[in-house]
């Protein structure tokens, strides 16, 4: 979605989504109103974060506003990421390519299996006991 030099996109990992917007500025992320070094504690989630404008050079050029609920913060890192690689290829259609190669336009469909019933764990089982 675009309305004059402000793109939209929606980013999901696992049980995360993140809602991104994205306008032209100086390279300013906000996460959930907080700064993304604020937001993600580890050094590796905001590199996560930040690895689609790494790959097509755009740090310092856009300023992020990003809604991240559901899921854990590492789930979250990814969907900033999805959500931030979809925002920059609606606006800069060319940079698909780059972006696809590197995976950042996939939705990493994984999520966690659920527990059954009867046993211990998705799959883990009870412990046999012949006698």
């Not at 590492?74 to 800069?92: D, F, M, P, S, W």
């Amino acid at each position: 979605m675009k309305a004059e030099n402000r793109y939209y996109a929606t980013g999901k990992r696992k049980n995360a989504v993140a809602r991104v917007w994205m306008t032209p500025g100086t390279g300013k992320i906000l996460i959930n109103k907080r700064g993304i070094k604020e937001y993600f504690a580890r050094e590796t989630l905001e590199m996560i974060a930040r690895q689609p404008l790494a790959l097509t050079g755009s740090e310092g050029l856009y300023d992020f506003h990003v809604l991240a609920d559901g899921g854990g913060i590492a789930g979250q890192a990814g969907a900033v990421r999805h959500g931030i690689a979809k925002a920059l290829e609606t606006a800069n259609p060319e940079l698909r390519t780059p972006l696809k190669r590197a995976g950042f336009l996939t939705r990493d469909a994984r999520k966690k299996e659920r527990k059954k019933y009867g046993q211990k764990g998705a799959r883990a089982r009870f412990q046999y006991s012949k006698r």
